[in-house]
């Protein structure tokens, strides 16, 4: 079902998948990564682990953040705090559905980041987190002016930075997102959560090191880390079909 949520002015556009002839059931909510989205209409690890997530009784919701997708904004205005603002919003929709009975959170790279920080503001309503990849070291890059491969100057930033994804596509970050990365409170945010974690990593992710990880490992109170050796930020060098799985096991064991 797809549904839309309103943030301050923006329509943000999302998927609702929730199994039939059930009263009541959890659901997860989904948060995609940098230059990504929902993956609405084609085979993502985002509807992989919806489809994997609802033969095991449980729903799920994924959204375009803003400025990515079918959601409204420019990517050029997008920042790490816009999507925990996004993520605000989406919550808030999910605790208003009667029939849920618990809530967990899923995210990949900057979602997951995402998805880590939001899972500590909403520490008393979700149970459970998992996070792929997740890009915590965002603040670290922005402090010494580095920004997915280009260097900047951290003190006077540029008004943009041009990217390109992995299908070619052009994207430019802008600097709001610079500006408002150094500072970012992710694991003073994300150690506020206590329920049970899974955080799956490739060892040869090169657009995020591992010590991210480390670092979550040191701070969260109830983990477990999966390193998974050769892996890439992407998670499907070796098998995201098996990734997934092990992400959507974890989600629905009792």
Known sequence: MEISLKRDGLTLRGTLV???????????VIFHGLMGDRAANRVSMHSMLAEKLLARGIASVRFDFSGHGESDGDFSDMSVLGEILDANVIMQYVRSLDWVTDIYIFGHSQGGLVGGMTAGYFRECVSKLVMLAPAATIPDDALRGYAFGNVYDCVYPPENIHMVDITGRDFY??????????????????????????????TADEAVGTIATDRYAKCLKNVTVDFRRGDNHGLDAISLDEVVEKAALFLAEE
Do not use: W
Not at 18 to 28: A, G, H, L, M, R
Not at 173 to 202: C, D, N, W
């Open 173 to 202: 970050l802008g600097q709001t997102y610079m500006r408002t990365a150094r500072t970012l409170p992710v694991y003073e945010t994300t150690s506020m959560f206590t329920g049970k974690t899974l955080i799956i990593h490739g």
């Open 18 to 28: 929730k199994p039939d002839n059930v009263e009541k059931c959890p659901i997860t």
